[in-house]
């Protein structure tokens, strides 16, 4: 089965909210952008990945590449059950 994923779309939407967030600094000095939209993309990554494995973290884990420890302590700090 050939697996498609269209990055360009999600690249688009992270751009055009990047844009909205600079516009409404309105001049302020931005910080942590890199870890704000991390922290706002990863739990929908974790919550999607573990409905879609049925909440199987072992299977997620793999299926995100990471490990199932790094996927708890992700899960515990967007307070995913």
Request: charged share 30%; aromatic share 6%; glycine share 6%.
């Amino acid at each position: 089965m050939e697996q498609h994923f269209d990055e360009s779309v999600l690249a688009a939407c992270v751009r055009q909210e990047l844009e909205q967030y600079f516009k409404d600094l309105d001049g302020e000095a931005p910080a942590g952008i890199y870890d704000m939209v991390v922290h706002c993309v990863e739990r929908p990554i974790l919550e999607m990945t573990l409905e879609r494995a049925g909440s199987n973290q072992s299977r997620a884990a793999e299926w995100l590449g990471i490990n199932r420890n790094t996927l708890r302590k992700k899960m515990q700090k967007h307070g995913i059950k």
